[in-house]
């Protein structure tokens, strides 16, 4: 049997207000509270309740033949209770079926892990609570922000615990290997590793409406050949995606829900594959070899690295700076500064400095309140000179 497993990454980030020189001092609130509002129900509105809706819709058809998962950031779930609750319901609603596994992530969807372990353990643990609460799961798979990983990020999961954990099928991890199959990680024992098949993911999540793109347009039924083509050749075939993937990155005129609607049918049609959550692939298969990987991989850009977020001075500059409070605001016992420091460290902060504007610029001005890096890096340099004179 071959498993189709489909996981959707769902994250919105607290984004910081126009914070001048002058504020410092003055003003110690720093979110956008109309801009996360607004973008929270724009979303909403064109991927999370249409989607979910779906999604409810073909396991409602399917039954158990049909299974997805999910990581919601703790962010996004904090907008989501406050600007838009009756997504939240309808993810809760998913989680009632039975059909949907929801994994776990860092709270904040930060870096935690490069610059402080305890901080990384903490928020890890922070987000399970969140999920047990929410939808009633405990989580036993893990997935990275942006699906960083290396063998120390494996060696960390397993001590917590974790039974599986993601990451990206990057060709300069595999080399000859495929994607699809399951693997373990070189410094683990018992945690198994599933890796993203980046090529037949991204022929939806960027290829989807690129009219110039040779297999355009794509339908279930020639996507469904092409997955069947593994048989023989695999026994998982990884489906990682940004959930905004539907309605949002690819429109709803793009035909991506008619497309959704009508890939399990297509898929099913072998009698050979079924789909799993990422608990189920692992439990129902061995891993087929060890693999090394000492060096950070991400799911980001055509490098696959962490660049997208420490690949200049600005990005550098502010995550250290940040890191380096850790210390004096855990000593506060402050649980609202605790909170706020953990919001400093959410990713898009040290995305939107990014300089990269080459063959991934389009994807870093997806959302992207600022005109240039340096203003997003004086932005937050303002707000955290406030935020340091404040725990003082």
């Not at 596994?101 to 870096?111: G, V």
């Not at 990155?249 to 609607?261: C, V």
Request: charged content about 25%; overall charge negative; some cysteine.
């Amino acid at each position: 049997m071959i498993n189709i497993s489909f996981y959707f990454q769902v994250h919105q980030p607290n984004r910081l207000k126009k914070y001048s020189y002058f504020h410092i001092g003055k003003d110690h609130f720093y979110e956008d509270e109309e801009k996360n509002s607004a973008i929270m129900n724009k979303v909403a509105d064109k991927c999370y309740l249409p989607t979910n809706h779906l999604m409810l819709k073909l396991i409602d058809r399917f039954g158990e033949a049909f299974k997805i998962s999910y990581s919601i950031s703790g962010t996004a779930i904090e907008q989501m209770k406050k600007f838009n609750p009756q997504t939240l319901d309808t993810f809760k609603a998913l989680a009632d079926t039975g059909c949907v596994e929801f994994i776990d992530e860092t709270y904040n969807h930060s870096l935690s892990f490069i610059y402080s372990r305890d901080e990384f353990v903490r928020q890890v643990e922070r987000h399970s609570e969140l999920i047990q609460k929410e939808f009633g799961q405990k989580p036993t798979t893990f997935r990275n922000t942006e699906l960083i990983y290396n063998n120390d990020v494996a060696a960390t999961v397993e001590k917590m615990g974790y039974k599986t954990i993601l990451a990206e099928g990057a060709d300069h991890v595999l080399g000859w290997r495929s994607p699809n199959f399951l693997y373990q990680p070189q410094s683990c024992n018992k945690l198994n590793l599933m890796l993203k098949n980046y090529k037949l993911s991204d022929d939806i999540a960027f290829r989807f409406s690129n009219k110039g793109w040779e297999e355009y347009p794509l339908s279930a039924e020639k996507f469904a050949k092409w997955c069947h083509a593994v048989a023989g050749n695999g026994e998982t075939i990884n489906l990682f995606m940004d959930y905004e993937t539907f309605g949002e990155h690819q429109w709803e005129d793009s035909g991506i829900f008619n497309f959704l609607e009508h890939l399990p049918e297509a898929i099913l049609k072998h009698p050979d594959f079924r789909f799993a959550t990422p608990a189920e692939v692992s439990a129902s298969l061995s891993p087929v070899a060890k693999l090394d990987v000492p060096h950070f991989v991400s799911w980001a850009d055509i490098e696959r690295d962490l660049s997208a977020w420490k690949g200049n001075h600005l990005q550098d500059d502010s995550l250290e700076a940040v890191f380096a409070l850790e210390q004096r605001v855990m000593a506060t016992g402050n649980m609202d500064l605790i909170n706020t420091w953990r919001a400093l460290q959410t990713s898009d902060h040290f995305y939107y400095m990014c300089t990269k504007w080459f063959q991934d610029g389009d994807v870093h001005k997806y959302f992207n309140p600022y005109s240039s890096p340096y203003d997003a890096y004086i932005n937050y340099q303002n707000v955290l000179a406030d935020f340091e004179t404040t725990i003082k």
